[in-house]
């Protein structure tokens, strides 16, 4: 009975290893679908605005997501940072192409 129990304890010790490699894989690619997708990426923030940074070699139009309606899309330049206009209260959460 004693090597059935030795089996088993390996056998446990092999599957919360590899669950805990998965789950740190799974950190990992949450952890990159944090970062912001596309060329568009907010840099800065205050009181009825905010600087979005074109990441791109080419020129993009963007804006922010905000609660309510997103402000209107502005264009940027490649490697540029444009700034846009947002209502008083508004906190932009990320930045997208539009």
């Known amino acids: 009975m004693t090597r059935l129990r030795s089996v088993l304890a390996v056998a446990a010790a092999a599957i919360l290893i590899s669950a805990g490699t998965a789950a740190g894989t799974a950190t990992a690619a949450d952890d990159a679908q944090a970062r912001e997708p596309g060329c568009a990426h907010v840099v800065g923030q205050g009181y009825g ?3 979005i940074w074109n ?6 139009r963007a804006t922010v997501e905000v609660d309510g ?3 209107p899309c502005i264009q940027i330049g490649p ?3 444009g700034r846009i206009g947002l209502e008083p209260g508004d906190e932009p959460y990320y930045a997208y192409e539009c």
């Open 49 to 51: 605005w905010a600087d």
């Open 55 to 60: 990441e791109c070699d080419y020129t993009i």
């Open 69 to 71: 309606f997103d402000p």
């Open 79 to 81: 490697g540029a940072v």
